[in-house]
């Protein structure tokens, strides 16, 4: 094994892996398995696998989807994108009692043996560390591989993969429209092909419109379905989630996530849980729903740098969401906190510039006091700050600029507050990254 003299190397390397090829992204396959085949192969090798796709979602699926395995004792391998601070959130390596993030020692060697087996030929770095993360897991035993698409499905890199344990389909609705299409039907019918005959699926709710394609494009292939609303459903009652399907009624602990979203990607979760493992135990599915984890997604920050540097008392929170059915669910949650407790509710936003910011923040009109807008100093695409407040006004919303997320927190401190604001951290996950690294907390 190639031995990692430390973490510089390690960064270095994964920095000229940006460069192998002109296109950050590029749907289709052929590099990837050209790749994969020079490794021998590792896509073959690999413990059986739940593909997950979906706009929004699909990270806080896998992560309910990984506490109700490891609660019943499975061994659980995590691929997921992209990351918060550090590139080795990507990659999560299975272990009885839960999983740990891989090495540096273990990480550099794979991606130096990509490297030197792919030779200078054109790839996309995203293809080049899937296929490196591939070998990581083929040598390390799992029941499962949680993997989450990059983008899409059907061209997407993780595609490659013939005949995984099932598949899951999470909430649809417009991103990325210079890839995966301008209609949510175009988007829907690039998820839905990861869909595989015989592969049981479970798809959460949808639009009738996406669901319409994904129902379809299931019968084309072979895919029996398994749709929430119904053939499974869940809700909260009386300070409980109520799950029911096929196999009757289970009475639950409310999701550790906070966000009503929450409980329908919680549902989704327990329904790919019971198609992998039917007989999986009540218990495992109440101990994953109260001791899951996701950073980034409605992450209340207590304690750390950005606490010190917001104005005393205040309620901070932070989340990835970027794009217009992200700032809805946001919006409602938002909406919700405010009902129990009632207080200034101020927006700190930065964005790409391939986001609709206007059509994310417009959820907040009436709801939001003020955006302070700002850059994202970690991304070359991020929007300039006076453009993203630009967009706040467009939706209605008074904004300034900062010139980053210090910054908005010091200019937030120095104003008279007669209540404590409540801070939403938003627009990206990059600048949730940024904001995690400020404040000293990156995942684990």
């Known amino acids: ?62 992560a309910f989807l990984r506490a109700i395995l490891e609660a019943a004792g499975k061994r659980v391998h995590v691929y997921t994108s992209p990351h918060l ?4 959130e990507r990659i999560r390596l299975g272990a009885k009692g839960g999983g ?56 997407d890199a993780t595609n490659v993969v013939e005949r995984p344990a099932a598949c899951v389909i999470a909430s649809i609705s417009i991103d990325h429209p210079e890839f995966l299409g301008a209609t949510v039907e175009k988007i829907a019918w690039e998820k839905a092909g990861i869909l595989k005959r015989g592969t049981p699926a479970a798809i959460a709710a949808q639009t009738e419109r996406a669901l319409g394609v994904l129902l379809r494009e299931a019968a084309r292939v072979g895919a029996p379905a398994l749709v929430a609303e119904r053939d499974f459903s869940a809700r909260l009652e009386c300070g409980r989630l109520l799950y029911e399907d096929a196999g009757g009624l289970l009475d639950l602990p409310p999701p550790r996530l906070p966000g009503r979203h929450q409980v329908d990607n919680a549902a989704t979760a327990i329904a790919a849980a019971r198609l992998v493992e039917p007989h999986i135990p009540a218990r495992a599915i109440e101990r994953g729903l109260l001791e899951v984890e996701w950073p980034a997604r409605l992450q209340n920050v207590l304690k750390g740098r950005v606490a010190e540097l917001a104005p005393k008392g205040a309620e901070i929170w932070v989340d990835g969401g970027h794009n217009e059915d992200g700032g809805r669910v946001l919006a409602e949650a938002m909406a919700d906190f ?107």
Not at 111 to 121: A, F, H
Not at 340 to 354: K, S
Request: aromatic residues 6%.
């Open 100 to 155: 740990r993030l891989v090495d540096d020692e273990t990480l550099y060697a794979a991606l130096k043996t990509c490297e030197e087996v792919n030779d200078g030929q054109p790839i996309t770095f995203f293809e080049f560390t899937t296929a490196a993360a591939f070998s990581i897991f083929a040598q390390a035993p799992a029941d499962y591989l949680l993997l989450e698409v990059g983008l899409g499905g059907r061209g």
């Open 1 to 62: 094994m190639t031995a990692a003299p430390g973490a510089a190397p390690l960064d270095d390397l994964l920095a000229r892996l940006f460069l192998l090829h002109k296109k950050d992204i590029e749907l289709t396959l052929g590099r990837m398995e050209r790749l994969l085949a020079a490794l021998g192969s590792p896509e073959k090798r690999l413990p059986p696998i739940v593909h997950v796709a979906g706009t929004n979602g699909k990270g806080s699926t896998i």
């Open 85 to 88: 601070v550090r590139f080795h």
């Open 338 to 444: 405010g009902e129990r407790a009632e207080r200034p509710l101020i927006l700190i936003c930065g964005t790409l510039t391939t986001k609709d910011t206007v059509g994310f923040l417009r959820a907040f009109k009436g709801l939001a006091q003020e955006v302070i807008a700002v850059p994202l100093r970690a991304d070359q695409y991020g929007k300039p700050a006076a453009e993203v407040a630009g967009a706040a006004r467009e939706a209605g919303i008074e904004a300034a600029s900062a010139g980053g997320v210090e910054d908005a927190l010091r200019y937030l401190r120095a104003r008279e507050w007669r209540v404590p604001p409540r801070i939403l951290i938003c627009g990206s996950l990059y600048l949730a990254g940024e904001t995690l690294a400020l404040n000293g907390t990156p995942p684990r």
